[in-house]
């Protein structure tokens, strides 16, 4: 092969020089502290001491409202982190759990299935796959807004991604709006998976095999954007790969006994602190009895934990009053 000479060479050149400025200017607008990394807490996860995480819940705002993983310390002894944000997809989850095994190695990832089906308004969802993959393979696409918070005090200072979480990603809703629209569950088709998404579904279901965790499909209740032909298609998927899944929109053990009058702060689309608590429970039983989960309570190395379980009790000694009063539930 000819080696490059004048003109060719000269383009190849600029082209290299402009892909790492795009890239370093990407990793510098990215926010600077990881509280505001994804827009809820997710990014709290990065704050946590190595290795310290058993259980990754990935999802979206269903998740980030639906689990509240501090319970599950609380009563087992189990420590899990909520990765949850608005319109996360499977591409993002993927990308975002790659990074997230570089200091941490769960036992359990749990994959809330609601971002199989993720995308915008009126996106397709090749256009929701493409932009979803460059805005994580170049920083500058998703954070190219920031420059907006750039100020005098801020533009040297560098990134400090130490937070920590005490609800661990949980965000608790005390809002009560019912949901009144019937069966949601009714339809027995069978929406397919996306080409793309499925093939990211695949990559995430290696990456958990190759890094040896236990991956767990769920589905978060969500009266307005679930149905059963969506479960079929989880379903489908999830049984030609030998995976678990678990539908609690359908309850399948009968031990949720979630209430769409009260236990939703938007008319069904997420869940409150009322219907989180009752899922976590449900979903931190089926964990303990299936997989090897140790207890950390009281353990060296696990000070913080024990300090935030304290935390979360406070706060939910708040939270569920005010979600029990909104709901007409106390005098």
């Not at 397709?124 to 994580?136: H, P």
């Not at 991604?161 to 965000?171: A, I, L």
């Amino acid at each position: 092969m000819k080696a490059l000479k004048g003109p060719a060479l000269r383009i190849v050149a600029f082209c290299l020089a402009l892909l790492v400025c795009v890239l370093l200017t990407g990793n510098y607008l990215m926010p600077h502290s990881n509280r505001y990394l994804e827009g809820y807490t997710a990014g709290g996860i990065l704050g946590e001491d190595f290795d310290t995480i058993d259980v990754l819940v990935l999802g979206d705002s269903n998740a980030a409202q639906g689990i509240a993983p501090m319970k599950w310390y609380q009563d087992w002894g189990i420590t899990g982190y909520t990765y949850g944000a608005a319109w996360f997809s499977v591409f993002n989850a993927y990308y975002r759990l790659k990074d997230i095994y570089s200091e941490q190695t769960p036992r359990v990832v749990v994959l809330c299935t609601d971002i199989v089906y993720s995308k915008r308004g009126s996106e397709t969802y090749f256009d929701s796959a493409v932009n979803n993959i460059s805005g994580e393979l170049f920083p500058l696409l998703r954070y190219h807004d920031n420059w907006k918070e750039l100020n005098a005090e801020n533009l040297l200072q560098p990134h400090d991604y130490s937070w920590r979480d005490p609800n661990k990603g949980f965000m608790p809703l005390t809002g009560v709006a019912g949901y009144g629209g019937g069966d949601y569950m009714y339809d027995q088709g069978r929406q397919a998976i996306p080409l793309l998404t499925e093939l990211y579904l695949d990559r995430i279901v290696r990456l958990c095999e190759d890094k040896g965790s236990q991956l767990l499909l769920i589905t978060v209740p969500a009266a307005t954007s679930w149905n059963h032909s969506r479960h079929n298609g989880i379903q489908a998927y999830a049984d030609a790969r030998g995976l678990t899944y678990i539908d609690y929109n359908l309850d399948p053990a009968g031990m949720l006994g979630l209430d769409w009058a009260t236990d939703t702060p938007d008319s069904g689309s997420h869940l409150n602190v009322l219907g989180a608590i009752k899922l976590t429970d449900v979903l931190g039983e089926y964990l303990t009895q299936n997989y090897d989960l140790p207890d950390h309570r009281g353990k060296a190395g696990f000070e913080h934990w024990d300090d935030d379980a304290r935390t979360w009790t406070d706060t939910m000694d708040k939270a569920i009053p005010n979600a029990m009063q909104a709901a007409g539930l106390t005098q």
